[in-house]
Protein backbone atom coordinates (compact mmCIF):
# COMPACT_ATOMS: atom_id res chain seq x y z
CA UNK A 1 0.00 0.00 0.00
CA UNK A 2 1.41 3.33 -0.84
CA UNK A 3 1.44 6.08 1.90
CA UNK A 4 2.14 9.52 1.27
CA UNK A 5 2.29 11.36 5.17
CA UNK A 6 2.85 15.27 5.59
CA UNK A 7 3.32 16.50 8.82
CA UNK A 8 4.92 19.20 10.90
CA UNK A 9 2.68 22.01 10.30
CA UNK A 10 1.04 24.50 12.69
CA UNK A 11 0.93 27.88 13.81
CA UNK A 12 3.95 30.15 13.75
CA UNK A 13 4.28 33.82 13.95
CA UNK A 14 5.64 35.51 10.99
CA UNK A 15 9.27 35.43 10.72
CA UNK A 16 9.80 32.37 12.51
CA UNK A 17 10.24 28.72 10.87
CA UNK A 18 8.42 25.03 10.32
CA UNK A 19 9.75 22.06 8.99
CA UNK A 20 7.52 20.31 7.39
CA UNK A 21 8.44 16.44 6.52
CA UNK A 22 6.80 14.20 3.80
CA UNK A 23 7.43 9.98 4.54
CA UNK A 24 6.21 8.00 1.57
CA UNK A 25 6.05 4.01 2.11
CA UNK A 26 5.06 1.69 -0.82
CA UNK A 27 6.72 3.17 -3.51
CA UNK A 28 10.75 3.64 -5.14
CA UNK A 29 12.13 6.41 -3.41
CA UNK A 30 15.25 6.73 -5.36
CA UNK A 31 13.97 8.11 -8.69
CA UNK A 32 12.50 11.44 -10.07
CA UNK A 33 11.43 13.37 -7.65
CA UNK A 34 9.29 14.95 -4.70
CA UNK A 35 7.39 18.16 -4.97
CA UNK A 36 6.48 20.23 -1.91
CA UNK A 37 2.74 22.20 -3.03
CA UNK A 38 0.64 24.59 -0.97
CA UNK A 39 -3.02 25.57 -1.41
CA UNK A 40 -4.38 28.88 0.06
CA UNK A 41 -7.94 29.54 0.59
CA UNK A 42 -9.58 30.46 -2.73
CA UNK A 43 -6.47 29.99 -4.23
CA UNK A 44 -5.16 27.57 -6.64
CA UNK A 45 -3.00 25.14 -5.76
CA UNK A 46 0.97 26.10 -6.62
CA UNK A 47 4.38 24.61 -6.42
CA UNK A 48 6.44 25.23 -4.03
CA UNK A 49 9.63 23.47 -4.35
CA UNK A 50 10.93 20.25 -5.52
CA UNK A 51 14.08 17.96 -5.03
CA UNK A 52 15.82 15.06 -7.20
CA UNK A 53 15.90 11.88 -5.69
CA UNK A 54 18.16 11.16 -8.10
CA UNK A 55 20.67 13.71 -7.82
CA UNK A 56 19.14 15.96 -5.23
CA UNK A 57 18.92 18.99 -7.38
CA UNK A 58 15.95 21.66 -6.45
CA UNK A 59 14.03 23.78 -7.58
CA UNK A 60 12.39 26.86 -5.74
CA UNK A 61 9.24 29.16 -6.60
CA UNK A 62 10.42 32.29 -6.95
CA UNK A 63 8.24 33.56 -3.74
CA UNK A 64 10.12 31.20 -1.48
CA UNK A 65 13.60 31.29 -2.94
CA UNK A 66 15.99 32.07 -0.20
CA UNK A 67 13.46 31.23 2.69
CA UNK A 68 12.70 27.49 1.96
CA UNK A 69 15.15 24.68 1.89
CA UNK A 70 14.06 21.49 0.41
CA UNK A 71 16.45 18.42 1.37
CA UNK A 72 15.64 14.50 1.52
CA UNK A 73 16.77 12.11 3.48
CA UNK A 74 16.37 8.62 0.85
CA UNK A 75 17.59 6.01 3.56
CA UNK A 76 13.79 7.62 5.46
CA UNK A 77 11.83 7.47 2.73
CA UNK A 78 11.73 11.06 3.71
CA UNK A 79 11.69 14.86 2.22
CA UNK A 80 11.51 17.56 4.45
CA UNK A 81 10.91 21.49 3.44
CA UNK A 82 12.20 24.06 6.20
CA UNK A 83 10.71 27.33 6.09
CA UNK A 84 12.62 30.51 7.77
CA UNK A 85 11.45 34.24 7.40
CA UNK A 86 7.82 32.64 7.37
CA UNK A 87 5.38 35.44 6.16
CA UNK A 88 1.77 35.68 6.49
CA UNK A 89 1.04 34.97 2.62
CA UNK A 90 2.77 31.43 3.36
CA UNK A 91 -0.48 30.51 5.02
CA UNK A 92 -1.74 27.18 3.21
CA UNK A 93 -2.21 23.38 3.58
CA UNK A 94 1.18 22.05 2.37
CA UNK A 95 1.06 19.13 0.00
CA UNK A 96 3.57 16.71 -1.57
CA UNK A 97 3.52 14.42 -3.87
CA UNK A 98 5.66 11.75 -6.16
CA UNK A 99 7.06 12.43 -9.41
CA UNK A 100 6.11 9.80 -11.98
CA UNK A 101 6.02 9.19 -15.76
CA UNK A 102 2.38 10.59 -15.61
CA UNK A 103 3.15 13.54 -13.32
CA UNK A 104 2.95 14.41 -9.73
CA UNK A 105 0.91 11.52 -8.20
CA UNK A 106 0.58 9.71 -4.55
CA UNK A 107 -0.36 13.01 -2.99
CA UNK A 108 -0.72 13.26 0.81
CA UNK A 109 -3.65 14.62 3.14
CA UNK A 110 -1.51 17.76 3.70
CA UNK A 111 -0.42 19.79 6.67
CA UNK A 112 -1.77 23.18 8.10
CA UNK A 113 0.59 25.89 7.99
CA UNK A 114 -0.55 29.03 9.92
CA UNK A 115 1.22 32.44 9.97
CA UNK A 116 0.13 34.71 12.25
CA UNK A 117 1.28 38.77 11.54
Known amino acids: EVQVVESGGGLVQAGGSLRLSCAAS????????IGWFRQAPGKEREGVSCISLVDESTYYSDSVKGRFTISSDNAKNTVYLQMDSLKSEDTAVYYCAKLTTVGYDYWGQGTQVTVSS
Open 26 to 33: GLPFDDYA
